[in-house]
């Protein structure tokens, strides 16, 4: 009964090509994302959608694009793949986008990540 | 300035111990502090979060906050060597809701 789930868990790949990474969350929940991990450990948003709107999208390059088919599935596509991309990428769910009255709703749940591999 | 900063370590301790772990936070305004464990290989898991200011306890776990200091604290009672792991410091500002932004972690080592 995986909450959260990611695949493929590994991914290794070259240099100009183009990949996917999908998400899947079985809670319910109504606001998914996607963060990425470098290899110094530091977790940094990259985009969440709220019911497959686009609620955050940070200052990543263009070659990411997220696609969330319904509320349960958030994917990211990755075009022209760069070293720089190799991390660990992680997608996680929560039951809203928080707000101070429902506190619960901040909690995020993660996947267990998609390790990333450029050569 | 960092978002949010916190001591790399690594943080040592032996077991049965009280581990302290600290993390400052460099917008005002935010309102709500998490903390994460991950361990090696594995994804984050919450383990506390807090809104309010003072301490919020949960089985050995204790979170503190300071606003006014923009200090946010995790003590570790009766710590284990279950309990090594990176502890992340998470804040969220307020400004768009569900975005963390997170400390580097510091990774906390338990001997027996």
């Known amino acids: 009964d995986t909450a959260v789930s990611q695949t493929p868990k590994y991914l290794v790949t070259q240099m100009g090509n183009d990949k996917s990474i999908k998400c899947e969350q079985n809670?319910?929940?109504?606001?998914m994302y996607w963060y990425k991990q470098d290899s110094k450990k530091f977790l940094k948003i990259m985009f969440s959608?709220?019911?497959?709107?686009?609620?955050i999208n940070e200052t990543v390059p263009n070659r990411f694009s997220p696609k969330s088919p319904d509320k349960a599935h958030l994917n990211l596509h990755i075009n022209s793949l760069e070293l720089g991309d190799s991390a660990v990428y992680f997608c996680?769910?929560?039951?809203?986008?928080?707000?101070?009255?429902?506190?619960?709703?901040?909690?995020?749940?993660f996947g267990p990540g998609t390790r990333l591999t450029v050569t | 300035q960092k978002e949010v900063e916190q001591n790399s370590g690594p943080l040592s301790v032996p077991e049965g111990a009280i581990a302290s772990l600290n993390c400052t936070y460099s917008?005002?305004?935010?309102?709500?502090f998490f903390w994460y464990r991950q361990y090696s290989g594995k994804s984050p898991e919450l383990i506390m979060f807090?809104?309010?200011?003072g301490d919020k306890e949960d089985g050995r776990f204790t979170a503190q906050l300071n606003k006014a200091s923009q200090y946010v604290s995790l003590l570790i009672r009766d710590s284990q060597p279950s309990d090594s792991a990176t502890y992340l410091c998470?804040?969220?500002?307020?400004?768009?809701?569900?975005?963390?932004?997170f400390g580097r972690g510091t990774q906390l080592t338990v001997w027996p």
């Open positions: 996680a769910s929560s039951q809203g986008s928080g707000t101070v009255d429902h506190p619960s709703s901040y909690e995020q749940y």
């Open positions: 809670l319910g929940h109504d606001t």
């Open positions: 959608y709220n019911n497959k709107e686009l609620i």
């Open positions: 917008d005002r305004g935010s309102q709500s």
């Open positions: 807090i809104y309010s200011n």
């Open positions: 998470a804040v969220d500002r307020g400004s768009t809701l569900g975005r963390l932004y």
